[in-house]
């Protein structure tokens, strides 16, 4: 597609509940990012991939949070459980090829998630 | 671990003037990278402009540029003739060189900008 897609752009959860957050990124890019943004923070890393594998997931806060890239395309974040403090925009990113430098990612324009 | 600061929470400048957004950053690695994203109020980031480490050279993109200074760890961004649709949160953010590592983003707090009609 023409840029990075994610649904639904806005998300209600009663607390204890199990959401999944999907994202789609550009058409080819090998690389694939997920961020947390606080209210009036900047976006903090959760997990990367590169193709369907999951090279790092050190930002993940706890194992409440999962996510998967079977196919090397389509991403999903599932918080099971949720909580007040996961309240955030979650923001997909992708970038077009694993070396790194310059290139620079590509954002979509996130999912709101709201814990009652 | 690698930190970004960005110490003015929010700025303003006249329409047609000249701003500049403060961004200093921590690190042990000789060569990396740093990015200037703008965030409007739909959320979506966008890139501004780029620079890499082990260019002398300060990147410039129209109305963008940089004053990197890599002994100081500095890398702030000039906004000039800044318009209305500049208006937006500015965060600054740094990547380590990949070489098989993650290439994940570190971004500070970010800096709001209003621009004054």
Same mark, same amino acid.
């Given at each position: 597609?023409?840029?990075?897609?994610?649904?639904?752009?806005?998300?209600?959860?009663?607390?204890? *509940?199990?959401?999944?957050?999907?994202?789609?990124?550009?058409?080819?890019?090998?690389?694939?990012?997920? +961020?947390?943004?606080?209210?009036?923070?900047?976006?903090? $890393?959760?997990?990367?991939? *590169?193709?369907?594998?999951?090279?790092?997931?050190?930002?993940?806060?706890?194992?409440?949070?999962?996510?998967?890239?079977?196919?090397?395309?389509?991403?999903?974040?599932?918080?099971?459980?949720? *909580?007040?403090?996961?309240?955030?925009?979650?923001?997909?990113?992708?970038?077009?090829?694993?070396?790194?430098?310059?290139?620079?990612?590509?954002?979509?324009?996130?999912?709101?998630?709201?814990?009652? | 671990?690698?930190?970004?600061?960005?110490?003015?929470?929010?700025?303003?400048?006249?329409?047609?003037?000249?701003?500049?957004?403060?961004?200093? +950053?921590?690190?042990?690695?000789?060569?990396?990278?740093? $990015?200037?994203?703008?965030?409007?109020?739909?959320?979506?980031?966008?890139?501004?402009?780029? *620079?890499?480490? +082990?260019?002398?050279?300060?990147?410039?993109? %129209?109305?963008?540029?940089?004053?990197?200074?890599?002994?100081?760890?500095?890398?702030?961004?000039?906004?000039?003739?800044?318009?209305?649709?500049?208006?937006?949160?500015?965060?600054?953010? +740094?990547? %380590?060189?990949?070489?098989?590592?993650?290439?994940?983003?570190?971004?500070?707090?970010?800096?709001?900008?209003?621009?004054?009609?």
């Amino acid at each position: 597609g023409a840029g990075v897609s994610q649904s639904p752009r806005y998300k209600v959860a009663k607390r204890g *509940q199990d959401v999944a957050l999907r994202c789609d990124p550009i058409s080819g890019h090998v690389s694939l990012f997920w +961020y947390q943004q606080a209210l009036g923070q900047g976006p903090e $890393f959760l997990t990367y991939f *590169q193709n369907e594998a999951q090279l790092d997931k050190s930002g993940l806060p706890s194992d409440r949070f999962f996510a998967e890239r079977p196919e090397g395309s389509v991403s999903t974040l599932k918080i099971q459980r949720t *909580q007040q403090e996961d309240s955030a925009v979650y923001l997909c990113a992708s970038s077009s090829w694993t070396g790194g430098g310059l290139q620079p990612q590509h954002f979509g324009d996130g999912t709101r998630l709201s814990i009652l | 671990a690698q930190t970004v600061t960005q110490s003015q929470p929010e700025m303003s400048v006249q329409e047609a003037e000249t701003v500049t957004l403060s961004c200093t +950053y921590d690190t042990s690695e000789s060569d990396y990278y740093l $990015f200037w994203y703008k965030q409007p109020p739909s959320r979506q980031m966008i890139l501004v402009i780029r *620079q890499e480490a +082990y260019k002398q050279q300060n990147a410039t993109e %129209n109305r963008f540029s940089v004053n990197f200074q890599k002994a100081a760890k500095s890398f702030s961004l000039k906004i000039s003739d800044s318009q209305l649709g500049d208006a937006a949160m500015y965060f600054c953010a +740094y990547r %380590n060189p990949t070489q098989g590592g993650s290439e994940k983003l570190v971004f500070g707090k970010g800096t709001k900008l209003t621009v004054n009609p």
